[in-house]
């Protein structure tokens, strides 16, 4: 089974309206002319998005949100609909980071309910599950992964579960410079497919992109990518540079 790559970019709490559109500009050009390209995707903040949108009208480079909520309208201070990110534009939303999880308080049954809400409408979930170090220390990753997976897709519709994207992100390679090695990514996102496959059976299994996430670079990439069931990255810290994140995108191809 071939899986189209896909290489993607989260910038976090990063980047004004005015840089956001210059990074844009730079890497349209900084990845012209790859062949046979992945897809690319960039997850701005909020209030970037629409710029981001309008920058990317040729094609080429996919926009996503970085969070979004399960309701679709109402007294919902702060939250963001399914609806208003279709309606920009947006193809792509990330659900359930690990600091979402940690920091905003976001559970298991949240990140269900969002997933559920987004496969109602267009978008392409991207959803993040990842151990913390203390767990992998105990040697619950595999236990604690699958849990998150299993929780998330609760109720999903067989129809629906081709759509998503998976992205493990090791909480302790988030942001530490201490990147999982090929073989741990590739292991976890082995056991990743065969928890879809169970549920979905093995032809959305062998779908499934599985994109690896936690201190990703342009030296580590190709290590990565070379691995079975890496089908791609989730790159924070160097996607907010334009000319590392296209050197991640030429080290993927
Ligand atoms: P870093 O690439 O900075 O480790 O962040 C990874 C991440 O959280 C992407 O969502």
Not at 137 to 149: D, S, W
Not at 197 to 217: C, K
Not at 226 to 234: F, I, K, N, P, R
Request: aromatic share 4%.
């Amino acid at each position: 089974m071939s899986r189209r790559p896909i290489i993607a970019g989260n910038w976090k709490l990063n980047k004004t309206h005015s840089e956001a559109r210059q990074f844009l500009l730079k890497l349209r050009n900084g990845i012209a002319g790859i062949d046979n390209p992945p897809e690319v995707l960039i997850c701005p903040p909020s209030v970037v998005l629409e710029t981001a949108v309008d920058a990317t009208r040729e094609g080429g480079i996919a926009i996503g949100a970085q969070n979004v909520y399960w309701e679709s309208a109402g007294a919902f201070t702060g939250e963001i609909s399914t609806e208003m990110l279709e309606s920009l534009g947006v193809s792509h939303v990330l659900i359930g980071h690990s600091e979402r999880r940690a920091l905003f308080g976001e559970s298991d049954e949240d990140v269900n309910r969002k997933l559920l809400k987004v496969l109602s409408g267009t978008l392409t979930p991207v959803v993040c599950v990842g151990e913390v170090l203390a767990e992998r220390e105990a040697g619950k990753t595999e236990h604690v992964v699958v849990e998150q997976v299993k929780n998330a897709l609760l109720g999903v519709a067989h129809e629906h579960a081709r759509r998503i994207v998976l992205a493990y992100e090791p909480v302790w390679a988030i942001g530490t410079g201490l990147s999982a090695t090929p073989d741990q990514a590739n292991t976890v996102h082995g056991l990743i497919r065969r928890s879809v496959g169970a549920i979905f059976g093995d032809a959305v299994a062998d779908e499934l992109r599985v994109l690896y996430g936690g201190s990703v670079n342009p030296d580590n990439t190709a290590g990565l990518m070379a691995e079975s069931d890496v089908d791609g990255v989730l790159v924070g810290g160097a996607s907010l540079d334009a000319g590392a994140f296209a050197g991640i995108i030429r080290a993927a191809v």
